[in-house]
T-cell receptor
Framework: QKEVEQNSGPLSVPEGAIASLNCTYSDRGSQSFFWYRQYSGKSPELIMSIYSNGDKEDGRFTAQLNKASQYVSLLIRDSQPSDSATYLCAVNDLYGGSQGNLIFGKGTKLSVKP | KAGVTQTPRYLIKTRGQQVTLSCSPISGHRSVSWYQQTPGQGLQFLFEYFSETQRNKGNFPGRFSGRQFSNSRSEMNVSTLELGDSALYLC??????????????FGAGTRLSVL
């Protein structure tokens, strides 16, 4: 059973701080990794994708991937109250014969306090 | 460019009924995937369609089915509804680039309540 694990939180950080969200996955063959943000009552919105070991930065967001440790993280710098949402880690499952299957963690709820 | 469109946004049904949900992908996207989201189980993969063919299927009973039309629009059907089918049903479309970098974009979802 392929799994993606996340700490459910809630993770609470003060405004302006760095929020660190973590995710581990079970399938060593996984090749692509995604972070989605989901506001309450809304659908998931893609924030970052990462495919190679190391860091990938986009504005205030940095995704980090370590395939040897089967670990992917998301850092949010200068956190804002508008960042308060559930963050979903997703891993692409290639063994189903397509690229159309994402395996999701259950999400980490982030709360940024003003 | 219009995003993924799902209709209807909300549905209320009773046990034993059936329901059909619709999804129109982003223009040019040929792959449509469906997911079920519940508070307890999170987001779970239902099935994926590409060029009118089901290419992959998750671990759901046969009451859940789908299809894709030649214009890439997709429908999913749930027959003999059970209380546990109450969930947010999400459709995602992608270009299906044939690589691992395939990105899925989600529609707003259909919230189904089974009474």
């Amino acid at each position: 059973q392929k799994e993606v694990e996340q700490n459910s939180g809630p993770l609470s950080v003060p405004e302006g701080a760095i929020a660190s969200l973590n995710c581990t996955y079970s399938d060593r063959g996984s090749q692509s990794f995604f972070w989605y943000r989901q506001y309450s009552g809304k659908s998931p919105e893609l924030i970052m994708s990462i495919y190679s070991n190391g860091d990938k930065e986009d504005g205030r967001f940095t995704a980090q991937l370590n395939k040897a440790s089967q670990y992917v993280s998301l850092l949010i710098r200068d956190s804002q109250p508008s960042d308060s949402a559930t963050y979903l880690c997703a891993v692409n499952d290639l063994y189903g014969g397509s690229q159309g299957n994402l395996i999701f963690g259950k999400g980490t709820k982030l709360s940024v306090k003003p | 460019k219009a995003g993924v469109t799902q209709t209807p946004r909300y549905l209320i049904k009773t046990r034993g009924q059936q329901v059909t949900l619709s999804c129109s992908p982003i223009s040019g996207h040929r792959s449509v995937s469906w997911y079920q989201q519940t508070p307890g189980q999170g987001l779970q993969f239902l099935f994926e369609y590409f060029s009118e063919t089901q290419r992959n299927k998750g671990n759901f009973p046969g009451r859940f089915s789908g299809r894709q039309f030649s214009n890439s629009r997709s429908e999913m059907n749930v027959s003999t509804l059970e209380l546990g089918d109450s969930a947010l049903y999400l459709c995602a479309s992608s270009q299906s680039t044939g690589t691992a970098k395939n990105i899925q974009y989600f529609g707003a979802g259909t919230r189904l309540s089974v009474l």
